[in-house]
């Protein structure tokens, strides 16, 4: 029998044990889901529908979903050893990722059907890929990050090459692989190279020890090596070459989930060691993040002037949004990280649900390539060409749509910083994008549609109409009414910089 001190310890762990576990539920609960989904895929006989696991990944998002917002109620605070935090900013990046993997596994219900016998394993691997994104939003520990990072990046990586029949998919994939180990690579010795500087890969003691010493040279050269990373993983210039292979070998309902869920996570995280682990070093990062924005701007923009192929219009595309939301960065405000964080989601409406058209039109088969494939949509199908209309329309930034308020409190917040040429050159890189944009959008309402295409593309599912509906819905919302998105955004960047002192503000 326990003593009284006994019981007494035994159930403050189980408290603290309980609160812990609170504020990692959501991952709890997709990872419960995907290891379910793994345990109940061998059960089934070859060769039959898979789509009873889709739903059950979409029940276990969900679920993570509703665990989120519980944890709106939950005071901002730190569990597992101080590993990990939940705090307003984590919880806005948790509902991003969450809502972009329900988009995505419902747009994937019926693009596998009849194709591929190891659908089971896809649902499972985005439920564990989400798993690792959301970890690295609320991870303020570097090795619990590079943990996230790799769960995240392991799963990409096999579902960019899902197609195994398709040469271009299995090319996608290794290409993104190695690739992507290089990156991780250098993050990984940023990491080391920060703990031989300051003796810690807490994010709060890294700024700690900064601010209190001078600036060893070994802290600039981790810094260096931690941006490389995660460029890398947002496909920032130059750091951004991978992407338009991939983007075009990959699957795409798995390029619209890889355009913008993990990019959201790595923002998230490149927003918390920029602004809460080197605050002492903004004139550095200041100054790299700017370069970057604008480079990643131009060639994204530039080189999507020049590309036929839908998807790889759209990765280059995804390359210069990259620079805009790293305009943000260069704020150096709390109205900067409200607008990149704001940016992120009105991104990532926009661009999953232009991916949801081009994966129905295309079917498993791709066989929409070309700007020329979508030519008449509009007359085969009137309802799918209005929403990849709207969904242009908002990568373009037109008003009333989500597109058009995430640039308008990104250059916002840039000019109330003073970074006018930034500004500018963003500007002007909207204006080329819209060239493209609106060639894609003349091929779908001017000219005229091919009979091949008319029998080859069928009636678009139940589950994928429910997809475009909420990325249409969520993108009109976010353009109509943003107040509310924008204040979680708002208390988010409160809450990242409740701890944090930014020089020179």
């Known amino acids: 029998?326990?003593?009284?001190?006994?019981?007494?310890?035994?159930?403050?762990?189980?408290?603290?044990?309980?609160?812990?576990?609170?504020?990692?539920?959501?991952?709890?609960?997709?990872?419960?889901?995907?290891?379910?989904?793994?345990?109940?895929?061998?059960?089934?006989?070859?060769?039959?529908?898979?789509?009873?696991?889709?739903?059950?990944?979409?029940?276990?998002?969900?679920?993570?979903?509703?665990?989120?917002?519980?944890?709106?109620?939950?005071?901002?605070?730190?569990a597992f050893y101080g590993t990990v935090q939940t705090d307003h900013f984590s919880i806005f990046f948790h509902f991003v990722i969450g809502g972009i993997v329900l988009l995505t596994l419902l747009t994937s219900l019926e693009y596998f059907e009849g194709h591929a016998t190891h659908a089971g394993e896809y649902f499972a691997l985005v439920l564990f890929g989400a798993v690792g994104m959301m970890l690295m939003t609320c991870s303020v520990e570097l090795l619990m990050v590079f943990i996230g990072l790799e769960i995240s990046s392991i799963s990409t990586y096999i579902m960019a090459g899902f197609r195994k029949s398709q040469a271009s998919s299995s090319e996608a994939a290794l290409k993104y692989f190695l690739l992507g180990s290089f990156a991780t690579g250098f993050f990984l010795y940023g990491v080391a190279l920060i703990f031989g500087a300051t003796g810690t890969t807490s994010i709060a003691a890294i700024a700690a020890a900064l601010s209190t010493t001078s600036t060893p040279l070994l802290a600039y050269t981790a810094l260096a090596m931690i941006l490389i990373g995660l460029g890398f993983k947002v496909s920032a210039a130059p750091f951004h070459v991978w992407t338009p292979d991939v983007y075009q070998g990959a699957p795409a309902p798995v390029v619209g989930l890889m355009s913008t869920a993990p990019k959201a996570a790595a923002?998230?995280?490149?927003?918390?060691?920029?602004?809460?682990?080197?605050?002492?070093?903004?004139?550095?990062?200041?100054?790299?993040?700017?370069?970057?924005?604008?480079?990643?701007?131009?060639?994204?923009?530039?080189?999507?002037?020049?590309?036929?192929?839908?998807?790889?219009?759209?990765a280059y595309s995804s390359i210069a949004h990259a620079g805009y939301l790293l305009v943000a960065f260069t704020a150096l405000s709390g109205d900067g990280i409200a607008a990149a964080a704001f940016y992120t989601a009105a991104y990532a409406a926009m661009n999953v649900g232009a991916f949801a058209v081009i994966s129905h039109v295309g079917g498993y088969e791709e066989k929409a390539r070309n700007l020329e494939d979508f030519s008449g949509l509009s007359q085969r199908s009137p309802i799918l060409a209005a929403a990849l209309a709207f969904f242009l329309l908002s990568l373009i930034g037109?008003?009333?749509?989500?597109?058009?308020?995430?640039?308008?409190?990104?250059?916002?917040?840039?000019?109330?910083?003073?970074?006018?040429?930034?500004?500018?050159?963003?500007?002007?890189n909207s204006g080329v994008a819209a060239y493209y944009y609106l060639r894609f959008l003349s091929a779908v309402y001017s000219q005229p549609g091919k009979e091949s295409q008319v029998s080859a593309m069928g009636r678009i599912s139940v589950p994928a109409g429910i997809a475009l509906v909420l990325a249409v819905a969520a993108t009109l919302v976010l353009g109509i009414l943003p107040g509310r998105v924008l204040g979680l955004a708002q208390s988010g960047a409160s809450s990242l910089l409740s701890t944090t002192v930014i020089s020179g503000q």
């Open 267 to 314: 923002f998230a995280v490149l927003l918390r060691i920029t602004y809460g682990a080197f605050p002492a070093m903004e004139h550095r990062w200041f100054v790299v993040l700017w370069i970057m924005a604008a480079v990643s701007m131009t060639i994204g923009n530039l080189g999507a002037l020049l590309q036929k192929d839908a998807k790889r219009m759209l």
């Open 398 to 428: 037109i008003p009333f749509t989500g597109g058009f308020f995430g640039k308008f409190y990104v250059f916002s917040a840039a000019l109330h910083s003073g970074l006018v040429w930034l500004t500018i050159i963003g500007l002007l």
């Open 1 to 78: 029998m326990l003593s009284p001190n006994g019981m007494h310890l035994l159930s403050e762990t189980v408290l603290n044990l309980n609160g812990s576990m609170m504020r990692l539920l959501p991952e709890y609960i997709l990872t419960v889901a995907g290891i379910l989904i793994m345990l109940i895929d061998p059960l089934l006989p070859a060769g039959s529908n898979r789509k009873g696991l889709g739903w059950l990944a979409v029940l276990g998002t969900l679920a993570a979903l509703a665990a989120t917002w519980c944890q709106i109620g939950l005071p901002a605070g730190q």
